[in-house]
């Protein structure tokens, strides 16, 4: 018999809870993928997740971030610069694998269209290790991959169904 995992819930994260959904990202990241990158790449995952870098994109409306929760714990976040930037998709290992990351990118695509019904098209930069995820959710390569401070990683999009 399986084990019954219980709910997640996935909502829009306030500004309150920008560190603590930051911190997230960084222990995944440090747990998952920093092992396997350069200093430099390191630096600039960093530099991506500084919190008064993201607090000011998220007081201009320009990020906008979602966070699943399972028991009030969080297991997952998912971040868009703009409408149509996937700019931060990370979930707890221990949650991988049970939908954690599509239903979370699938609600962050929903919000935005409700902000541009005719929302065009969306865009990653997906790192080597995400690649098959977005592939599976409908993306395409725009082109081959490219490497950049030790990171390679394809610029894939979706376009939305209307």
Known sequence: ?????????IRALGTDELEQA??????????T?????DDEAVQD??????????????????????GAFREDKLIGICAFL?????????????????GVATRLLKR????????????????????????DFFG???FVPLGDPVEDG???YTVMELRPEA
Request: hydrophobic letters at 40%; charged letters at 25%; aromatic letters at 12%.
């Open 22 to 31: 930051l911190q997230f990202v960084w222990e995944v990241y440090a747990r």
């Open 150 to 152: 030790g990171v390679w």
């Open 33 to 37: 993928e920093a092992h396997a990158r």
């Open 45 to 66: 995952f960093l530099s991506k997740i500084d919190y008064e870098y993201c607090a000011v994109r998220v007081g201009d409306g320009q990020l906008r971030l979602w």
């Open 82 to 98: 703009g409408l149509n930037r996937v700019y931060l998709l990370y979930v707890d290992p221990r949650a991988q694998g049970q």
């Open 136 to 138: 599976k959710q409908g």
């Open 108 to 131: 962050a695509v929903f919000d935005s269209k409700r902000h541009d019904d005719a929302l065009p098209r969306l865009i990653v930069e997906a790192p080597d290790t995400a690649v």
């Open 1 to 9: 018999m399986s084990e019954q995992k219980s709910p997640v819930d």
